[in-house]
């Protein structure tokens, strides 16, 4: 599985960016899919994921109520909608895929993820 995140971009508090994952194979539907973001000397956190099935969603608390997370299964992508940015969301978004993950606790682990994507840079001005 190869994936390609993109969307990434400068804009001010309070906008909204999508971000997508576009992801390469045919077994693409058997994975589940993350997003995670980075800032310089920091972990890579979970940010949400989106499972196998239809209406799998899972969020960290820093993205509930602002951020959104969905699938095109047909056309192998997944998309991270992100509303009321603020300048702390600033950090490079990677999405990766898992084929073992299945409950929230599974989602945050990176180390459940194989496949990652290359990053795409979001920076929220104030």
């Known amino acids: 599985v190869q994936l390609q995140a993109s969307g990434g971009g400068l804009v001010q508090a309070g906008g909204s960016l999508r971000l997508s994952c576009a992801a390469s194979?045919?077994?693409?539907?058997?994975?589940?899919v993350g997003w995670f973001r980075q800032v310089p000397g920091s972990e890579r956190e979970f940010v949400a994921a989106?499972?196998?099935?239809?209406?799998?969603?899972f969020y960290a608390d820093s993205a509930k109520g602002r951020f959104t997370v969905s699938r095109r299964f047909a056309k192998n992508t997944v998309y991270l909608q992100m509303n009321n940015l603020q300048p702390e969301d600033t950090a490079v978004y990677y999405c990766?895929?898992?084929?073992?993950?299945?409950?929230?606790?599974?989602?945050?682990?990176?180390?459940?993820?194989?496949?990652w994507g290359q990053g795409t840079q979001v920076t929220v001005s104030s």
């Open positions: 990766a895929a898992s084929i073992n993950a299945v409950s929230y606790r599974d989602y945050v682990r990176r180390s459940l993820y194989g496949y």
């Open positions: 989106y499972g196998r099935s239809v209406g799998a969603e």
């Open positions: 194979g045919r077994t693409f539907g058997d994975y589940g």
